[in-house]
């Protein structure tokens, strides 16, 4: 997933920070808007696993700071609800103006509720996705305590922890919660709804999606987050959820035809990135995306096979690509080819073809079962075939690997 870090005005002109997560060819299929939650920053770790998957699934995503959140201008005592939804209006303008209007908006938690309200605003939105959202805004603030609230009501603004640092609101924030008909925005939304919520949220109940739900018109799906906390701390339960949201958006948005169409024949470059940290990288070859990975035993976080895994599926597909080429020419009754490939490093002494028997060496052992009616001259003759398999070709000739930075 590569990234660029953005800034955009609001219709107050301050200044907002975003990101935008781009697929690794950064040629998006559609681009998508992300509202994060109450008091959290666009670098809220369950938005970067959500982003990752979609980039995967070649969805650019915009998130961004709120006003006066994180690097974000703006007093955050001053904005409330009806603030934030006009962010997000600024937000898609932007994305219009300088790529390309957002199609599918995604909010977790308040941010869910602001982006069924935006979603009005937004003519370019196809589908909206909500993660943790409530029905009912004037009881979201029911984690202060009772003093805090009577504070709030009677001098007019008060100040509230959360996450471990203390924020400044002001009785128009709890005004504008109170003011809001989320019923009647997730009734007239008419666009696909898919809504996440873990049946133990313990900050916003699990009734809250219910309602949600009752209340959407079709088409609308609902997936529930099983033991997941409000903020998807586990990391595996923000994964999950970027991978159901990438396979739900590209139904609504249609994104498997338009990437289809954009790959250039003749084009067998093999775009790769890593990040910042960990092993995981991101692959796109041909137009499809991939992901690899090492072991946890290694330091890796097994979210994808080995690069050593993939050169060995590389051999195994083109060796029954082969062998179905060969059957198909030779009107052979070949129903089907499995073929397994294991990677190991040997000392030279143990390998009988090798020409030094001090070194240590690849070792790469493939075995074929052929499925069908085939005698044994044939099955033998399609061992040898399996030997002109190009990259078997390849993996024995003598490669030259040209390496150069890029400036």
Not at 41 to 59: C, E, S
Not at 99 to 126: C, F, N, T, W
Request: overall charge neutral; proline content about 4%.
């Amino acid at each position: 997933m590569q990234f660029q870090k953005l800034y955009f005005q609001n219709r107050d002109g301050r200044r907002l920070a975003a990101r935008l997560d781009l697929p690794l060819d950064e040629k998006p299929c559609a681009f998508a808007l992300f509202a994060h939650c109450f008091t959290c920053t666009k670098n809220f770790n369950a938005v970067v696993n959500i982003d990752r998957a979609l980039a995967l699934h070649g969805i650019a995503v915009l998130r961004f700071d709120f006003t006066g959140i994180g690097e974000s201008e703006g007093d955050f005592a001053e904005t409330n609800f009806s603030t934030n939804v006009a962010d997000l209006v600024s937000a898609a303008e932007f994305l219009a103006q300088a790529y390309e209007a957002p199609r599918l908006l995604i909010g977790h938690s308040l941010g869910g509720a602001a982006v069924i309200q935006a979603a009005h605003k937004i003519d370019s939105v196809e589908a909206v996705a909500t993660i943790a959202a409530p029905a009912e805004l004037g009881g979201l603030l029911s984690f202060m305590d009772e003093a805090s609230v009577e504070t709030l009501e009677k001098v007019g603004e008060t100040s509230i922890g959360v996450g471990g640092k203390e924020f400044k609101i002001k009785k128009q924030f709890l005004d504008s919660l109170r003011q809001e008909n989320m019923s009647e925005a997730i009734r007239k939304l008419r666009r696909p709804l898919l809504i996440f919520h873990s049946p133990v949220d313990k900050v916003v109940s699990i009734d809250q999606a219910a309602k949600i739900f009752m209340a959407a018109k079709h088409p609308k799906s609902f997936i529930s987050l099983d033991t997941a906390d409000h903020l998807l701390s586990r990391r595996e339960d923000s994964l999950y959820t970027g991978q159901v949201l990438a396979a739900w958006a590209a139904k609504y948005l249609d994104t498997s035809q338009r990437k289809l169409a954009e790959i250039q024949p003749g084009d067998n470059r093999v775009t790769t990135y890593t990040g910042k940290t960990g092993f995981r990288t991101e692959i796109i070859a041909n137009g499809h995306r991939l992901v690899a990975d090492e072991p946890v035993a290694v330091g890796g976080a097994n979210s994808g096979p080995t690069p050593y895994d993939l050169l060995g599926a590389a051999l195994g597909a083109c060796t029954g690509m082969t062998l179905r080429m060969y059957a198909d020419h030779k009107k052979l009754p070949l129903d089907g080819a499995v073929v397994r490939v294991k990677h190991s490093k040997i000392h030279g002494e143990d390998c009988q073809d090798c020409e030094d028997p001090k070194s240590r060496i690849d070792y790469i052992e493939r075995e074929i079962e052929l499925h069908g009616d085939l005698d044994r001259p044939t099955r033998e003759r399609m061992l040898e075939i399996a030997g002109r398999c190009p990259v078997h070709r390849t993996l024995e000739s003598r490669s030259t690997i040209v390496t150069k930075l890029k400036e």
